[in-house]
């Protein structure tokens, strides 16, 4: 059975910290999946289907990053699991939680008619 575990990290620093934890516990890098400078601050939320992502140059405070870890079977995912807990992935229910500088754009209680 295969699963993907994905963790969502605030820094680029704490992902690779991640990556190395996974490999030293013994993880393939083939299993591994970093994506850096996803933006963390301004999207928030996703369908599932699509992550917003910022170029590589954006600042360091202003963004973080994704790791997926695709594992064979069930105690793999739960070390993955563990592992990245350890490491400092946000817990997905309180990253989504936090809140934007404008939680619905498209509201305007000024504009009530």
């Given at each position: 059975?295969?699963?993907?575990?994905?963790?969502?990290?605030?820094?680029?620093?704490?992902a690779?910290?991640?990556?190395?934890?996974?490999?030293?516990?013994?993880?393939?890098?083939?299993q591994?999946?970093?994506?850096?400078?996803?933006?963390?601050?301004?999207?928030?939320?996703?369908?599932g289907q699509?992550?917003a992502?910022?170029?590589?140059?954006?600042?360091?405070?202003?963004?973080g990053?994704?790791v997926?870890?695709?594992?064979?079977?069930?105690?793999?995912?739960l070390?993955?699991?563990?592992?990245?807990?350890?490491?400092?992935?946000?817990?997905?229910?309180?990253f989504?939680?936090?809140?934007?500088?404008?939680?619905?754009?498209?509201?305007?209680?000024?504009?009530?008619?």
């Open positions: 059975m295969f699963q993907s575990i994905i963790a969502i990290f605030e820094t680029n620093e704490e690779q910290k991640a990556k190395r934890a996974l490999i030293s516990h013994g993880f393939d890098l083939s591994i999946e970093v994506n850096y400078n996803v933006d963390v601050e301004d999207d928030r939320s996703t369908d699509q992550t992502t910022t170029e590589h140059d954006a600042p360091e405070e202003d963004s990053s994704v997926t870890v695709r594992t064979n079977n069930m105690q793999e995912s070390d993955a699991t563990t592992i990245l807990e350890d490491c400092g992935a946000l817990d997905v229910n309180e989504s939680a936090k809140p934007t500088s404008d939680p619905d754009p498209f509201f305007d209680p000024e504009n009530l008619s």
